[in-house]
C-alpha cells in the first residue's frame, strides 16, 4: 500500500489522465465516493492524449486517503503520480536558504567581494583570528549538529532523516532570534568523530547546538567540545529542557506557595534532559530531589557503572528511599516527567502532598493527560502545544545564543542558564500568573529579549563574555 502522508486537513493528487481511456469525471467520482471533498484543481501539464491535474481534495481522517489513492489506482487510464500534503510541499527543497547581504552587479562588486580584494582581509584575519568575529559570518553563526540517533519521538533515524529537524532548528533560530543557523548532520556514532569533526569545523561558527544525540553519548561529545573548544557548547535536548522546565516551575512553586529549598521533587526518567533538568534544580537551591527510572529508584546504596547514574545517586536522594515511582512519589510536592507516556496513574498523585505540581513531559503522549488529572492537581504542563504550559525548548535557545553571540561568550554555564529560567519565568506577571498560565508563549517577543539581556550579564558577571555588548 502507497504510503500517504497527511496532515488531518487537506491532500494533493497529482493524476496523470489517458484521455483515450477515462474522463476527468472518474476520477472526480472515485475520490467523492472514497470520502473526499476536490476543493481546487489546477492543469500542470496537458497534450493531445494525455493531461496532468493537481487535485487539493480535503478530506476528515488518514484511512480516507488511503482509500483516494487505492480508489485512482484501481481506474484504467489514471497514474497516480504523487500524493502531498501542506507539510510535505512546505518541505520540497528544504526549508532554507543561503542569501547574500549584497549584490554582485559589476566587476568592481567581485573584485571586492572575491579576488583580488578579498584577500587583504584573509590577511587581516590571519594576523589577528579575533577579527573573524567582526569579518566573517562567525560572529552571527550557530551550527545545529546532530548524528540522527535520538530524533523527537522517533528513536535513531539517522543523519539523512534528521534533516527536516535540524532545517526546523535552523528556522527557529533565524525567526525568534536572527541567528544564523546551519544544520549539519553526520553520517557516524562514534564518538570521537563527532568531537573531532565538530572541531574542525568551528571555525566558521560563533556557537555549537547539539541536537538529538542519544545518551550517554551525548554527554561525552559535550564535554569534551565544552572543554576544547573556546566557543559556546550548548546540548538543547538536556539543557534547553532543563532551563524552560526550571522557569515553569518557579513560577508553579509561587502559585502554591512553595520554596524550592523545601519542596520535594521527583525526577522521572533519569537520561540525558533527566539528568540536566536535576542539575539545574540543584543549581537553582532545591534539596529534595529523587530520581527513578524504570529499574527504580537511583539510591547512594548501589553503585552504578553508568557514571552519570553513579552522579545522581552521589548527589540526590538523602533520605535513601528505595523501590519504584509508588515509592519515590509518596509525599512529593513535585512530579517532573521525561520518561514513557500514560506510567502516572491517578492513584499515584493522590499519594502525593497536597496541591501537587506535574510536568508531565514525555512526548507525544504525557505520562498523563491534563484531563485526567485536573481536578486533583494544582497545576499541570505538558510538553505538547494542545495544552496549556508546554515546556517548550524554542523559549529558551534563541535567546541564550543570541545573547552569548552578542558578547562572545566562550561558553555557556549554569549561571546563564540560571538567568535563561528566571527571564523566562518573569515575563508573566503576578497578575497573569495562573495555573492555566504558568509558562510564556513561544510567540511572546518579550521572550528573547528578556532572556538574552540577562544572559549577557550573567556571562559577564561569571567573566565568561570576551565583549561588552550595547544595549
Not at 493537481?54 to 489506482?73: G, N
Not at 548532520?185 to 568531537?195: F, S, Y
Not at 499515584?348 to 513531559?361: G, K
Not at 503576578?430 to 550579564?457: M, W
Request: charge should be negative.
Amino acid at each position: 500500500m502507497r504510503n500517504v502522508p497527511m496532515d488531518g486537513k487537506t491532500i494533493i493528487l497529482r493524476i496523470e489522465l489517458d484521455t483515450q481511456k477515462v474522463y476527468f469525471g472518474a476520477a472526480a467520482t472515485a475520490i467523492e465516493q472514497a470520502g473526499g471533498d476536490i476543493i481546487a484543481i489546477d492543469v500542470i501539464q496537458t497534450g493531445r492524449d494525455r493531461t496532468v491535474r493537481d487535485l487539493t481534495v480535503k478530506v476528515s481522517e488518514a484511512a480516507t486517503s488511503e482509500r483516494i489513492s487505492e480508489a485512482l489506482e484501481s481506474l484504467p487510464g489514471i497514474r497516480l503520480i504523487n500524493v502531498s500534503d501542506r507539510t510535505f510541499l512546505l518541505h520540497l527543497g528544504g526549508k532554507i536558504s543561503v542569501q547574500p547581504k549584497t549584490p554582485i552587479q559589476n566587476r568592481d562588486d567581485l573584485s571586492r567581494v572575491y579576488t583580488p580584494e578579498v584577500a587583504r582581509v584573509c590577511n587581516a584575519i590571519h594576523e589577528d583570528l579575533s577579527k573573524a568575529y567582526t569579518l566573517t559570518i562567525k560572529r552571527n553563526t550557530v551550527a545545529v549538529v546532530s548524528d540522527g540517533t535520538a530524533v523527537l519521538g522517533l528513536g535513531d533515524i539517522g543523519p539523512y532523516a534528521a534533516m527536516p529537524v535540524m532545517e526546523g532548528k535552523a528556522m527557529l533560530f533565524k525567526q525568534f532570534a536572527d541567528v544564523d543557523a546551519f544544520p549539519i548532520c553526520l553520517d557516524t556514532q562514534d564518538t570521537e568523530a563527532i568531537i573531532a569533526a565538530v572541531k574542525a569545523i568551528a571555525p566558521g561558527f560563533g556557537g555549537i547546538n547539539l541536537e538529538d544525540i542519544s545518551s550517554p553519548r551525548c554527554f561525552e561529545i559535550e564535554q569534551r567540545l565544552r572543554e576544547e573548544l573556546d566557543i559556546p557548547v550548548f546540548h538543547d535536548d538536556q539543557h534547553g529542557t532543563a532551563v524552560v522546565l526550571y522557569a515553569g516551575l518557579l513560577n508553579a512553586l509561587k502559585l502554591t506557595g512553595r520554596n524550592i529549598a523545601d519542596a520535594r521533587i521527583v525526577v522521572c526518567g533519569i537520561g540525558a534532559a533527566g539528568t540536566a533538568c536535576t542539575k539545574m534544580l540543584l543549581a537553582g537551591g532545591a534539596r529534595h530531589v529523587t530520581g527513578v527510572d524504570r529499574e527504580g529508584i537511583i539510591c547512594r546504596d548501589h553503585h552504578y557503572p553508568n557514571g552519570m547514574w553513579q552522579w545522581y545517586a552521589e548527589h540526590t536522594n538523602e533520605e535513601r528511599r528505595n523501590g519504584g515511582l509508588a515509592e519515590a512519589i509518596k509525599d512529593a510536592d513535585v512530579f517532573i516527567g521525561l520518561s514513557a507516556g500514560g506510567i502516572l496513574k491517578r492513584e499515584l498523585i493522590q499519594s502525593m502532598a497536597p496541591d501537587p505540581i506535574i510536568f508531565a513531559m514525555a512526548n507525544p503522549e504525557p505520562e498523563i493527560r491534563p484531563e485526567a488529572a485536573e481536578d486533583i492537581v494544582a497545576v499541570i504542563a505538558t510538553g505538547r502545544s494542545d495544552y496549556p504550559n508546554q515546556i517548550n525548548n524554542v523559549l529558551c535557545f534563541p535567546g541564550i545564543f543570541r545573547g552569548a553571540l552578542d558578547c562572545r561568550a566562550s561558553c555557556i554555564n549554569e549561571a546563564m542558564k540560571l538567568a535563561a529560567a528566571e527571564a523566562i519565568a518573569s515575563v508573566i506577571s503576578q497578575d497573569e500568573l495562573s495555573p492555566l498560565y504558568i509558562i510564556p508563549s513561544v510567540f511572546n517577543q518579550r521572550v528573547v529579549e528578556e532572556v538574552r539581556r540577562r544572559v549577557v550579564q550573567a556571562a559577564i558577571a561569571s567573566g565568561v563574555a570576551r565583549k561588552q555588548p550595547r544595549e
